[in-house]
């Protein structure tokens, strides 16, 4: 995530994890991650960073974060379909 695309795209305010997770698409990363890096930018404060990873515990997305695209079928080496898991 470089500094001068989440600059450019993340606009304050930006306090929950619901909107975090709005950019884990883009980046294609963990919303923890979005979380990490935002704090490491002083995008958001120390305290709101350490509220996204209790609020991320309470939902249990540190452990099984939902994949927003979990219908997407796979196609294997021999080109058939195979439904997802």
Sequence with gaps: MPESDIRAVVKPPLYG????SDYKRRWRVSVAAVNYRLRE?????????VSNYVEMSRRGWLKNEPARNRSRAVV????HYQRPS
């Design 76 to 79: 294997g080496f021999a080109g």
């Design 17 to 20: 994890v619901d909107e975090l």
């Design 41 to 49: 930018l002083g995008m958001i404060s120390e305290s709101k960073s």
